[in-house]
């Protein structure tokens, strides 16, 4: 019904940047809250950071002033801008979404996962 696609993971040195996107597609009457989750190995998942469809914003604590989310309402895409990037940010980063989906009612979505690996 839905389907969430990330791109922009890779490899970076320490301190480097790298930008994340995430397209919804499918049966989709509105998107609530998106956000970005991440899950370094044998870790739980955690939150990186979320917004709401009217653009506010939450982030970890531990990016704080450098990861940057934000949202194209009108393309569904969500995108997180990471600089100043630490080897503690290597990771498996998920997209999520909280879709009224049409017909059907509010289901919650997952992306595939991209990794994002930052050397020292």
């Known amino acids: 019904q839905v389907q969430l696609v990330e791109s922009g993971g890779g490899l970076v040195q320490a301190g480097g940047s790298l930008r994340l996107s995430c397209e919804a597609s499918g049966s989709i009457f509105s998107i609530n809250d998106m956000g970005w989750y991440r899950q370094a190995p044998g870790e739980q998942r955690e939150l990186v950071a979320s917004?709401?469809?009217?653009?506010?914003?939450n982030y970890a604590d531990s990016v704080k002033g450098r990861f940057t989310i934000s949202r194209d309402n009108a393309k569904n895409t969500v995108t997180l801008q990471m600089n100043s990037l630490k080897p503690e940010d290597t990771a498996v980063y998920y997209c999520?979404?909280?879709?009224?989906?049409?017909?059907?009612?509010?289901?919650?979505?997952w992306g595939q996962g991209t990794q994002v690996t930052v050397s020292s």
């Open positions: 999520n979404a909280q879709v009224m989906v049409m017909f059907t009612g509010r289901k919650n979505y």
């Open positions: 917004i709401t469809s009217g653009g506010s914003t």
